[in-house]
């Protein structure tokens, strides 16, 4: 169980580092979520559509939005941990993206926490990437753009979701969305490992059926020793459709071809 939410994990790593060369990709057609008149919901029905679409299609249909993933984990030590936080800021008007990506793990018996951190600024075809003092520039010929475009657009991602019920229509971040629930199927079935938590929750827009809120939190001990897993994943959709302010950092300015004195 775990590996899948690692591989999912890492491929959704993967698909935001590509939105900092390819974010053309995606209609960018902004899908502003609106409630009903008079801000109340249309009611819910017993067909009320659990399937989202995937993150890439989801975050291509939107004008500007900032996106944060992050998991945690714990054990089987419980002095050892791991934490990797991504976030993507996204402005279609404006072709420009910003990604950061920040890892932190502290090893069995503890210690000072291990971080490593890196961020990609892209506005129109040109990236600068790094972090501290060490950044790279580069400038992208629009084939090179349009090429990475087309294979990002390749990638469907969607979070791990089993046999999900609706909950109640809820606002989450200003954006009207159905709220389900689930559990992960077969947790501990093979391992033989007492379940603790298993709870799934996660919110799709009303409009656009895109993932706004996921969540997950898994804990699983081993009968036959003190180990204790716990895993937390969530996902968090805010300032859709709304102003994103990106520019480069003073140290991309200062490495750019043509610097702004």
Avoid at 80 to 93: A, G, M, N, P
Avoid at 222 to 246: A, G
């Amino acid at each position: 169980m775990k590996k899948r939410i690692v591989a999912f994990l890492s491929l959704l790593v993967s698909l935001m580092l590509a939105c900092g060369l390819a974010s053309k990709t995606g209609t960018g057609t902004g899908n502003t979520p609106q409630k009903q008149p008079g801000g109340i919901f249309s009611s819910p029905t017993a067909t009320t559509d659990p399937e989202p679409v995937s993150i890439n299609d989801g975050l291509g249909s939107l004008n500007s939005y900032v996106m944060s993933v992050q998991f945690n984990s714990t054990g089987p030590d419980p002095s050892q941990s791991s934490t990797t936080t991504l976030e993507v800021k996204r402005s279609h008007d404006k072709d420009a993206s910003v990604t950061h990506l920040d890892i932190s793990s502290i090893p069995k018996g503890g210690g000072k926490p291990k971080t490593t951190e890196s961020y990609i600024y892209k506005i129109g075809n040109d990236q600068c990437s790094g972090s501290g003092s060490d950044w790279t520039w580069t400038s992208y010929t629009p084939t090179q753009a349009e090429m990475s475009g087309v294979l990002k657009s390749m990638l469907g991602l969607t979070p791990l979701i089993d046999s999900p019920s609706f909950v109640a229509q809820e606002t989450v971040n200003d954006i009207p969305t159905n709220h389900f629930t689930f559990k992960v199927s077969g947790l501990g079935e093979t391992s033989g490992a007492v379940v603790n938590t298993n709870q799934g929750d996660y919110w799709l827009a009303v409009d656009g059926q895109y993932i706004v809120k996921y969540t997950l939190v898994l804990e699983t001990s081993d009968p036959s020793t003190t180990d204790v897993f716990h895993e937390e994943v969530s996902i968090n959709l805010s300032q859709v459709n709304q102003p994103v302010d990106i520019a480069f950092p003073q140290d991309c300015v200062k490495i750019s071809p043509t610097p702004t004195p």
